[in-house]
Nanobody, 122 residues
Framework: QLQAYGGGLVQAGGSLRLSCVASGRTIRNLAMGWIRQAPGKEREFVAAISFSGSSTYYADSVKGRFTISRDNAKDTVYLQMNSLKPEDTAVYYC?????????????????WGQGTQVTVSS
């Protein structure tokens, strides 16, 4: 099971750090990522990281502002979000790929758990 934490209300320009903890399974051999869904919109890929953490990939809309990382010893994935914008408002979901690289997550496939709400006010 994947559980995302760390969402909240922040002003534009602020920062938040999301965490995703895996329980009942290990994710250290899987690529991981973040997907978000804003009200009335389709799910959108945000960021992904390979199983070892050596490779990352970002949506153009967050590149340079968001950083994905992982701690395999803790089966935890993070998303550091800086310079937040109102358009970043969404429910953020942590997702697990089916293998060590993020071929599925970037296509909005894989498995994910409960999300966390991020609201950015202008």
């Amino acid at each position: 099971q994947l559980q995302a934490y760390g969402g909240g209300l922040v002003q534009a320009g602020g920062s938040l750090r999301l965490s995703c903890v895996a329980s009942g399974r290990t994710i250290r051999n899987l690529a991981m990522g973040w997907i978000r869904q804003a009200p009335g919109k389709e799910r959108e890929f945000v960021a992904a990281i390979s199983f070892s953490g050596s490779s990352t990939y970002y949506a153009d809309s967050v590149k340079g502002r968001f950083t994905i990382s992982r701690d395999n010893a803790k089966d935890t994935v993070y998303l550091q979000m800086n310079s937040l914008k109102p358009e970043d408002t969404a429910v953020y979901y942590c997702a697990a790929d089916i293998g060590p690289f993020y071929s599925e997550i970037v296509r909005l496939r894989g498995s994910w758990g409960q999300g966390t709400q991020v609201t950015v006010s202008s």
